[in-house]
Nanobody, 119 residues
Framework: QVQLVESGGGLVQAGGSLKLSCAAS????????WGWFRQAPGQEREFVAA????????TYADSVKDRFTISLDNAKNTVYLQMNSLKPEDTAVYSC????????????WGQGTQVTVSS
């Protein structure tokens, strides 16, 4: 059973930066697709970014492209989300996910970490 633990959330002013981390343990597959999702109050959860272990491919939601960067440290089994130029509309609970096939159908979820961007 894969366990995912996020950290790095907090309160930041608009225009600032935060870096989220997602530490994974108990992996049972040789390759995963890792992703970040977010859910703002009263809204549905939305995809933010994904990265595949099987190739250097990354995918971003249009709303975060050119501001957020997802990366993977295989040695540490940790996925990162560097968030720059943060906006108040980025405020949400950010969750890490792992999938054995496609990030559209994650197999595992973290508990989430709150990111609040003040104007």
């Amino acid at each position: 059973q894969v366990q995912l633990v996020e950290s790095g959330g907090g309160l930041v002013q608009a225009g600032g930066s935060l870096k989220l981390s997602c530490a994974a343990s108990g992996r049972t597959s040789s390759s995963y697709v890792w992703g970040w999702f977010r859910q703002a109050p009263g809204q549905e959860r939305e995809f933010v970014a994904a990265i595949s272990e099987s190739g250097p491919s990354t995918t971003y939601a249009d709303s975060v492209k050119d501001r957020f960067t997802i990366s993977l440290d295989n040695a540490k089994n940790t996925v990162y989300l560097q968030m720059n130029s943060l906006k108040p509309e980025d405020t949400a609970v950010y969750s890490c996910a792992a999938a054995t096939c496609t990030i559209a159908r994650p197999n595992y979820w973290g508990q989430g970490t709150q990111v609040t961007v003040s104007s």
